[in-house]
């Protein structure tokens, strides 16, 4: 029993010495590699400065590798005409006098320093558009032992961007980032691209702008009017994809839902007095709508799409109150009013009619009304058989007389009422001409209200 617990004391002893003599060398080589990294600094920066071009010879020309990764797009102002993103830029180039051998530092092959140590190169964004110039984070950057640098930084940039909005809001945009040197031209800092395409792999998606795959990068060099040497620059074009389904939802469907209303001013009985009211309300709403467009549009000369819509909308619906008033008119023709036209009748009444399904019970008897002329039943003349002609002839004198007028009397009030039949013939008829042009163009403008509809939503497919 004592030799087992003492050689499990002494196991457990053994294990603590293991231990300690294994983390006594971590700790000695990490306490020999910060000796060896102040001492490669105090070497490295001795006579190093960071204002110059770190070359051998001042002809040679030094050669900068850029990245750009996209990481996220902040916000498209489309009224301002200005993109913010979020990006990692990654910048690489050779340090001639930043080398070493890392067997002196004891395999030191890399340190971390602040980028403010060494020099950088002036790269910039051509088209910015901020007003600060203090988007991006001073981080450091990692140095070889073979004088390589890379210094990556991120960054909020806003770059100005031609925003084309004739499509909206089925736009596609493309924005393009342009990166350069301010001071050092071709013949002392050429820039080449790391990847043949802009990096998307940690892309945070949208929710307004879907950004397309095929992004490419291209290099330029251009000869400016101040100076006479090249200047190269890099330019990544950004193809922007806008995501259309909020406007949709909220600007089109309920502008299409107000648009079907319009026609149904039409189907309106005209003795209801809302016909005209219903138009004047689907306008207001309209141009409602067309201010919160505009608001966000810039203002140039192309009109957006749904701009394009809301006008020929309210285009429609001027044109239906204005009709609905014309026919307005038309019904509350008086019996004063003129026949309606043989041409009219035919064509409205009896072929316009069958078409548009208008169909009254008893409408036969609009096809004219026909004046019976009253039968007027002479009286017998008194028989003059027999007898003298004294009191007898006076009396049936007197009769015949008091016959005439009451045969006047009665085709006095059989011709009023044959007018006024024909005058409610007349209303009648106008009434029906009314009512069928009310139902020609509700067809009529419901067709075009559908089409419309149609076409704006076929641009989003």
Same mark, same amino acid.
């Given at each position: 029993?004592?030799?087992?617990?003492?050689s /499990?004391?002494?196991?457990?002893?053994?294990?603590?010495?293991?231990?300690?003599?294994?983390?006594?060398?971590?700790?000695?080589?990490?306490?020999?590699?910060?000796?060896?990294a102040?001492?490669?600094m105090k070497?490295?920066f001795?006579?190093y400065?960071?204002?110059?071009?770190?070359?051998?010879?001042?002809d040679y020309?030094?050669?900068?590798?850029?990245?750009?990764?996209?990481?996220?797009?902040i916000?498209?102002?489309?009224r301002?005409?200005?993109?913010t993103?979020y990006?990692?830029?990654?910048?690489?180039?050779?340090?001639a006098?930043l080398?070493?051998k890392?067997?002196?530092y004891d395999?030191?092959?890399?340190?971390?320093?602040?980028s403010?140590?060494?020099w950088?190169?002036?790269?910039v964004?051509y088209?910015?558009?901020?007003d600060?110039?203090s988007?991006?984070m001073?981080t450091?950057?990692?140095?070889?032992?073979?004088?390589?640098?890379?210094?990556?930084?991120p960054a909020?940039?806003?770059? /100005?961007?031609?925003?084309?909005?004739?499509?909206?809001p089925?736009?596609?945009?493309?924005?393009?980032?342009?990166?350069?040197?301010?001071?050092?031209?071709?013949?002392?800092m050429?820039?080449?691209?790391?990847?043949?395409s802009?990096?998307?792999?940690?892309?945070?998606?949208?929710?307004?702008?879907?950004?397309s795959?095929g992004?490419a990068s291209?290099?330029?060099?251009?000869?400016?009017g101040?100076?006479?040497e090249p200047?190269?620059?890099?330019?990544?074009?950004?193809h922007?994809?806008?995501?259309?389904?909020?406007?949709?939802?909220?600007?089109?469907?309920?502008?299409?839902?107000?648009?079907?209303?319009?026609?149904?001013?039409f189907?309106?009985?005209?003795?209801?007095?809302?016909?005209?009211?219903?138009g004047?309300t689907?306008?207001?709403?309209?141009t409602?709508?067309?201010l919160?467009?505009?608001e966000?549009?810039?203002?140039?000369?192309?009109?957006?799409?749904?701009?394009?819509?809301?006008?020929?909308?309210?285009?429609?619906?001027?044109?239906?109150?204005?009709?609905?008033?014309?026919?307005?008119n038309?019904?509350?023709?008086?019996?004063?009013?003129r026949?309606v036209?043989e041409?009219?009748?035919?064509?409205i009444?009896?072929y316009?009619?069958?078409?548009c399904?208008?169909?009254?019970?008893?409408e036969?008897?609009l096809g004219?009304?026909?004046?019976?002329?009253?039968s007027?039943?002479g009286?017998?003349?008194?028989?003059a058989?027999?007898?003298d002609g004294?009191?007898?002839?006076?009396?049936?004198?007197?009769?015949?007389?008091?016959?005439?007028?009451?045969?006047?009397n009665v085709?006095?009030?059989a011709?009023?009422y044959?007018?006024?039949?024909?005058?409610?013939?007349?209303?009648?008829e106008?009434?029906?001409?009314?009512?069928v042009?009310?139902?020609f163009?509700?067809?009529?403008?419901?067709?075009?209200?559908?089409?419309?509809?149609?076409l704006?939503?076929?641009?989003?497919?």
């Amino acid at each position: 029993m004592w030799l087992k617990g003492n050689s /499990s004391h002494g196991s457990h002893l053994g294990r603590t010495f293991i231990a300690v003599w294994v983390k006594i060398p971590l700790k000695f080589c990490r306490a020999a590699h910060g000796r060896f990294a102040q001492k490669l600094m105090k070497d490295l920066f001795t006579n190093y400065t960071n204002a110059l071009r770190p070359v051998e010879d001042t002809d040679y020309i030094i050669n900068v590798t850029l990245q750009v990764t996209l990481s996220q797009i902040i916000d498209m102002d489309e009224r301002n005409q200005i993109l913010t993103t979020y990006l990692w830029v990654r910048q690489v180039w050779m340090d001639a006098f930043l080398t070493w051998k890392k067997e002196d530092y004891d395999g030191l092959d890399t340190i971390r320093i602040p980028s403010s140590y060494v020099w950088r190169p002036d790269i910039v964004l051509y088209n910015s558009a901020d007003d600060e110039f203090s988007s991006s984070m001073e981080t450091n950057v990692v140095l070889r032992n073979d004088g390589q640098v890379m210094w990556d930084q991120p960054a909020i940039t806003k770059s /100005s961007c031609s925003v084309d909005v004739a499509f909206f809001p089925f736009d596609l945009q493309q924005c393009d980032l342009t990166f350069g040197s301010w001071t050092h031209n071709g013949n002392q800092m050429d820039l080449f691209n790391a990847l043949d395409s802009a990096d998307l792999a940690d892309f945070v998606p949208n929710v307004e702008w879907e950004v397309s795959s095929g992004n490419a990068s291209q290099e330029n060099v251009i000869l400016y009017g101040c100076c006479s040497e090249p200047y190269p620059d890099i330019t990544f074009s950004l193809h922007l994809k806008r995501r259309a389904s909020f406007y949709i939802f909220n600007l089109l469907i309920p502008c299409m839902m107000i648009s079907f209303l319009a026609p149904l001013g039409f189907y309106l009985p005209a003795d209801s007095g809302e016909k005209v009211s219903l138009g004047v309300t689907v306008l207001l709403a309209l141009t409602v709508f067309q201010l919160l467009v505009a608001e966000s549009m810039p203002p140039s000369e192309s009109v957006p799409l749904i701009g394009k819509y809301y006008i020929a909308t309210m285009t429609m619906v001027t044109a239906s109150t204005a009709l609905t008033i014309f026919i307005m008119n038309i019904h509350h023709c008086g019996g004063e009013a003129r026949p309606v036209p043989e041409w009219a009748e035919r064509f409205i009444l009896k072929y316009l009619a069958r078409i548009c399904f208008v169909y009254e019970v008893g409408e036969n008897c609009l096809g004219g009304a026909r004046k019976e002329p009253l039968s007027q039943e002479g009286s017998d003349s008194p028989s003059a058989n027999g007898g003298d002609g004294g009191n007898r002839r006076e009396i049936l004198v007197k009769c015949l007389c008091q016959h005439q007028e009451l045969g006047k009397n009665v085709e006095y009030i059989a011709n009023s009422y044959q007018d006024q039949r024909a005058a409610q013939l007349r209303i009648g008829e106008w009434r029906k001409v009314a009512k069928v042009m009310d139902r020609f163009f509700m067809w009529l403008f419901f067709i075009m209200a559908f089409f419309m509809s149609i076409l704006i939503l076929g641009k989003s497919v």
